[in-house]
């Protein structure tokens, strides 16, 4: 009987590593040939558009690891149909569950070995993948693309300014343009209500660490709630036309180098371990950590894909060849997996909005998919 798995085996290997070659290139092509083709075309040097690429890598490769190995399942399986092998086994008294046992087999180990290239290698790469990235931000001249960020109380839970620079920089002069920044109140009966709101045509930084901001063209308006009924009755605006950081005044809370990367929250920079523990602490302080814990599940739901994909095309596999051969392989594969990706991100957004529990937003799709492959398992059995 370990001749069926050899067999599997034999025809899973090739289009497994083709699945991973063709898909790796589709999805780099999607999300980076353009990005990267704009940073050389502004002005970024080679060497680092090439380190950019290949630090971009490892986490491409995580994603492929389930589309390759539906793709392996569907060629294989495809392949003993069109070769009447199929016919034979079943002929023999040898079961799909029992033939499709390999596949089983090789989705368990390609799942253990997706989550541990996303757990070991794929955080330290991420996070020399977004440091060359602010690196090559240096390298642009400008850029008009707006940029928004949160600033928190040292608790890490609390707001307390949200900058928006609606107009992009100029990294020649250190400038940032069109800012606007909301200083909430720290008192607790009004939480949540600006404070102050600082409006400037620019911010300039005016040493060398990048820390000293310098306000042009713009003004300042304080609200100031009456001590006995809390209405706002004193709106004080304050026009200026330079503005030094002051105490009283709101500031951008971060150095230039920080300001182009403040966008950066990619959970991939940090391993499954560190996140939790990052988990633990903010729900220790009462915070709301459901975005965190959708990302925190994904880790284990998106290699997890992987095993219940080769199962899926395994049962699909059996008739792929009579509807059109190899050409219908690629084309369900596709398919299948754009309308996984789709469903998966979709639960991600519901999930860290509240919609679903974190754990059931983040295996919903394997879940919708586990139960396909059972029902496709099944007809394959009879």
Avoid: H
């Amino acid at each position: 009987m370990r001749l069926v798995d050899k067999l599997v085996w034999k025809d899973l290997a090739a289009p497994f590593i083709n699945g991973l070659a063709m898909f790796m290139l589709l999805i780099f092509a999607a999300a980076y040939m353009f990005p990267m083709t704009e940073l050389l075309v502004k002005g970024v040097p080679p060497m680092t558009v090439a380190q950019i690429v290949l630090y971009s890598m490892p986490g491409v490769v995580t994603q492929t690891f389930p589309m390759a190995m539906l793709l392996a399942g569907l060629m294989a399986f495809g392949r003993l149909s069109a070769d009447r092998e199929a016919v034979a086994l079943f002929a023999a008294g040898i079961s799909f569950p029992r033939a499709a046992r390999g596949v089983l087999i090789a989705g368990m180990i390609v799942s253990i070995a997706a989550f541990l290239w996303n757990d070991n290698i794929v955080p330290p790469a991420s996070t020399k993948f977004w440091e060359l990235k602010n690196e090559a931000a240096k390298n642009i001249r400008s850029s008009s693309k707006p940029l928004t960020y949160n600033m928190y109380r040292p608790d890490g839970d609390t707001l307390e300014r949200v900058v928006s620079i609606q107009s992009g920089f100029d990294a020649a002069t250190r400038t940032v343009k069109d800012v606007s920044i909301v200083q909430f109140s720290t008192d607790p009966a009004r939480k949540g209500q600006p404070e102050i709101v600082l409006f400037c045509k620019r911010a300039k930084v005016s040493d060398n660490k990048g820390t000293d901001w310098t306000y042009y063209d713009g003004y300042i308006t304080t609200y100031a709630p009456d001590p006995k009924t809390g209405k706002l009755n004193d709106f004080l605006p304050i026009t200026f036309d330079v503005l030094k950081l002051k105490p009283n005044v709101p500031t951008m809370g971060k150095n230039f180098d920080a300001v182009l990367s403040s966008e950066v929250t990619d959970p991939n920079r940090k391993s499954f371990a560190q996140l939790r523990a990052e988990i633990q602490e903010a729900q220790a302080r009462g915070g709301d950590t459901r975005g965190k814990e959708v990302d925190l599940y994904g880790k284990i739901a998106l290699p997890l894909a992987s095993l219940i994909f080769g199962i899926v095309g395994a049962a699909l596999g059996l008739n792929t060849q009579r509807g059109g051969g190899k050409a219908m392989g690629f084309g369900v594969a596709i398919f299948i997996v754009f309308i996984y990706w789709v469903f998966y991100n979709a639960m991600f957004v519901v999930g860290k909005n509240g919609g679903l529990p974190p754990m059931l937003a983040s295996f919903l799709a394997d879940i919708v998919g586990a139960f396909v492959g059972l029902i496709l398992a099944i007809r394959a059995s009879r």
